[in-house]
């Protein structure tokens, strides 16, 4: 039993996973953006800058957001090592990482969740209410694609209609933050369970081919059933 | 807090507004050719000159970018800001100089990253982060600003591939415990000579290289040949 992830990333908290998943985790978002900027055609310095953006880029808006200091991952030399093999192998071996697509599919929906809870449960820590940890939480879990997608002079993904990302991080991290508040279960099973419907949510919307949508307007519809003539209350339901 | 933090460093405070006035004239200069107006010029301008400091200086946490405690930086990117927008045309003729000055600057900015992150101590692998992105921060955020893909992670020049292996020049000689002054003159040289070693061949940035994809197509080729054998 070595020592834990809530060890690395945030102090005190207990939290069940050990410490090499949080390393893991930040592996997994670094290989993605290396492979990512290798293969948009970006060069060396934009293979390295991706990958650490997208493996710290969460990590890094979460110590931003909530003060409590220099970021962790700019403290313990190892998340930057990570970062750097990652962008190496996604410098090398980007067409096999596409190959792979299915297996970095799975582990980075397992890191989307990590990120999530870790975020969460950060925020709370330093007693901010369950509404922003929620917030915090979904931030740090696809800061890192945020960070690469903005980067890259994209539009960030998340933000456009498709498969479950920030959505699924959104029902787990709130999952997490209820079941550590309102609830006698201890902080590492809720993180365990949270990340499970991350997992979840995450892959059923691929398999499944689950789309969000563009913002869909209700004036139209709200105004209609307002103005409808034979409404009979001012409910509006009838 | 009041303590002013150029004085804790070797690197004369000259070198670094020369850095940021650099840095304001190219940008204003980079926004005027894209049409922007008095507005964006200023911001652009501001944003090239001081971006990589307060990039640094949000990661680094606990004060207050030193950009806003000490007021000759907006100053000095102001005033440069200014020339560029009264004067591009003047300042257009001196683009050999200013790249002459700001291929010394990279690693200049380098130092000014580094440095300031071991001063709050952060480990070496940190302050290299820190070292890079206050050398490439500013331009990275005009190309975001401007809605560019940022130039430095596009195959080209060598620029931020330059300050990422100066960076590790000084972190390793600041590691191997050489005098301060002889390691911000290493990698100010580092940088400098990588730069102009790659304008001079010709070097472009390397993009990533498929060994998979490169072994698969030796591979079926061997096959085919063996085939048709």
């Known amino acids: 039993m070595g020592a834990l992830a809530s060890d690395v990333v945030i102090e005190g908290l207990p939290l069940a996973l050990p410490a090499w998943t949080a390393f893991a985790a930040v592996g997994v978002g670094a290989v993605g953006g290396a492979a990512y900027a290798a293969r948009r055609g970006f060069d060396v310095v934009g293979v390295v800058l991706l990958a650490v953006a997208a493996g710290l880029g969460g990590l890094l808006l979460r110590d931003t957001l909530l003060q409590t200091g220099t970021s962790i991952v700019l403290l313990d030399p190892l998340f930057l090592i990570v970062a750097l093999a990652a962008a190496v192998v996604g410098f090398f071996f980007a067409g096999l990482i596409d190959r792979l697509g299915g297996l970095l599919l799975v582990l980075d929906a397992l890191a989307l969740g990590f990120f999530g809870t870790v975020g969460a449960a950060s925020a709370l820590r330093i007693q901010l209410d369950p509404v922003p940890a929620v917030f915090v939480g979904t931030a740090t879990a696809v800061g890192g694609l945020v960070l690469r997608d903005l980067l890259a002079g994209d539009g960030p993904r998340i933000m456009r209609p498709g498969a479950f990302i920030a959505a699924a991080a959104f029902i787990g991290v709130t999952t997490f933050v209820m079941l550590v508040e309102a609830t006698d279960i201890a902080s590492g099973q809720a993180q365990i369970i949270a990340i499970l419907v991350v997992f979840a949510v995450r892959l059923a919307s691929v398999r499944f081919a689950w789309r969000t949508r563009p913002a869909a307007d209700l004036t139209d519809r709200v105004w209609a059933l307002w103005s409808r003539p034979d409404r009979d209350d001012g409910s509006g339901t009838s | ?229």
Do not use: N
Not at chain 2, 73 to 96: E, H, K, N, Q, S
Not at chain 2, 121 to 134: K, Q
Not at chain 2, 181 to 197: D, F, H, N, Q, S
Not at chain 2, 204 to 223: I, K, S
């Open chain 2, 1 to 229: 807090m009041s303590t002013p933090v150029y004085s804790l460093f070797e690197l004369p405070f000259a070198i670094e507004m020369t850095a940021v006035s650099v840095g304001a004239l190219s940008g204003a200069l980079h926004a005027t050719r894209k049409g922007l107006d008095p507005v964006g010029v200023f911001t652009i301008a501001i944003t090239t000159s001081v971006g990589g400091g307060i990039i640094r200086d949000v990661l680094i946490q606990g004060r207050v970018p030193l950009f806003l405690t000490i007021p000759t930086y907006l100053l000095i990117a102001a005033f440069a800001a200014l020339v560029g927008v009264a004067f591009a045309r003047l300042v257009r003729a001196a683009v050999p100089v200013m790249s002459v000055v700001d291929t010394l600057l990279i690693g200049v900015w380098v130092v000014l990253g580094a440095e300031r992150a071991l001063y709050a101590d952060l480990p070496l692998a940190g302050a290299a982060l820190l070292g890079v992105l206050t050398a490439a921060g500013g331009g990275i955020l005009r190309d975001l600003l401007c809605k560019d893909v940022p130039a430095i992670i596009q195959p080209g020049e060598w620029y931020a591939a330059a300050a990422i292996i100066a960076s590790l020049v000084f972190v390793t000689l600041v590691y191997a415990g050489v005098a301060l002054e002889v390691a911000e003159l290493a990698t100010i040289a580092a940088a400098a000579g990588l730069r102009i070693l790659s304008l001079w061949r010709g070097w472009r940035t390397p993009t990533a290289y498929d060994v998979w994809g490169d072994l698969e197509a030796r591979m079926t080729a061997t096959l085919d040949s063996s085939r048709q054998r």
